[in-house]
Nanobody, 119 residues
Framework: QVQLVESGGGLAQPGGSLRLSCAASGFTFSKHPMSWYRQAPGKERELVAVITSGGEHTNYADSVKGRFTISRDNAKNTLYLQMNNLKPEDTAVYYC????????????WGQGTRVTVSS
């Protein structure tokens, strides 16, 4: 059974930093591309960043490029999102999502962790 458990969310000031973690279990983490999505209040879910199974390649939404870094530690079955220079518009629930080879989509979702950026 796939389990993705996010942590590290909370309150940060504009310009501050947070590091999100996602502990994965129930599947071979090292063989799956991973991603972070977010959903702000009243808005649709947005893809934030993706990373290949080995971590060699990453891609980011324009809104976070240069501020956020996605990474993974396959030995620890953990995905990370380092968020720097946070802005109020980064306020959202952040989800860790694994690629499902059966559906060809990012279909395995964690429960989310809330990030609030406010002074």
């Amino acid at each position: 059974q796939v389990q993705l458990v996010e942590s590290g969310g909370g309150l940060a000031q504009p310009g501050g930093s947070l590091r999100l973690s996602c502990a994965a279990s129930g599947f071979t983490f090292s063989k799956h591309p991973m991603s972070w999505y977010r959903q702000a209040p009243g808005k649709e879910r947005e893809l934030v960043a993706v990373i290949t199974s080995g971590g060699e390649h990453t891609n980011y939404a324009d809104s976070v490029k240069g501020r956020f870094t996605i990474s993974r530690d396959n030995a620890k079955n953990t995905l990370y999102l380092q968020m720097n220079n946070l802005k109020p518009e980064d306020t959202a629930v952040y989800y860790c999502v694994a690629y499902d080879y059966n559906t060809g989509k990012y279909d395995f979702w964690g429960q989310g962790t809330r990030v609030t950026v406010s002074s």
